[in-house]
């Protein structure tokens, strides 16, 4: 029993020392994922960085709003990085991190950053944590719009709905600022 315990502990250090995950309004930026990474053993760093975009169907965007309940968020994340790692197992380093609060225009929202000796892995790898991230971590997006188009939605991820997983097109019900400040 005792030495169960000290394995999982041993590969719960070892996973630690391979994943940079974090959830917060003040995320590390992509150069810090980026040297975290880094791995002499490896020949490839690949890197996804979802900003924050100013349109979305002809509507101005102000910024994106994030909530989440950390501590699942990252419990899920790490479950991810796991996941990712069993299913490319030469990666060597995972770098998940989402912000929290608000994100305006131009900047980042989400850095994943994976190394592998070779790039198909680490490509491979960052395709599927940005995909699977969409699809699995506790994390809800606001659209908050500007001009004429004052107001905001909250935006379901197409690559989730109803328990599964599956695209749709989410029917947008805007929220005015007035019915923000009802609230």
């Not at 930026?29 to 979802?50: M, R, T």
């Not at 950390?70 to 899920?76: F, N, S, Y």
């Not at 994100?103 to 592998?116: D, Q, R």
């Not at 070779?118 to 395709?127: G, P």
Request: charged share 30%; hydrophobic share 35%; proline share 4%.
């Amino acid at each position: 029993m005792e030495e169960s315990i000290r394995d999982d502990n041993a590969k719960t250090a070892k996973a630690d020392d391979r994943y940079l995950i974090e959830v917060s309004e003040n995320m590390p930026s992509l150069g810090q994922c980026y040297e975290f990474v880094e791995d002499p053993s490896c020949g490839a760093i690949s890197s996804f960085v979802g900003v924050t975009r100013d349109n979305f169907n002809g509507k101005q965007v102000a910024k994106l709003s994030y909530e989440g309940y950390v501590p699942m968020a990252k419990k899920e994340l790490h479950k991810l990085c796991d996941d990712a790692t069993a299913q490319f197992p030469s990666v060597a380093k995972i770098a998940a991190v989402h912000i929290l609060g608000d994100c305006p225009v131009g900047k980042a929202s989400v850095i994943l950053c994976a190394s592998s000796p070779h790039r198909m892995e680490s490509i491979h790898c960052v395709e599927f944590l940005i995909n699977e991230l969409k699809a699995r971590i506790p994390i809800w997006k606001r659209e908050v719009y500007e001009g004429d188009d004052a107001g905001s939605v909250w935006k379901e991820n197409m690559e989730w709905k109803e328990g599964r997983r599956q695209r749709v097109m989410i029917k947008e019900q805007n929220t005015t600022n007035d019915d923000v400040a009802k609230a």
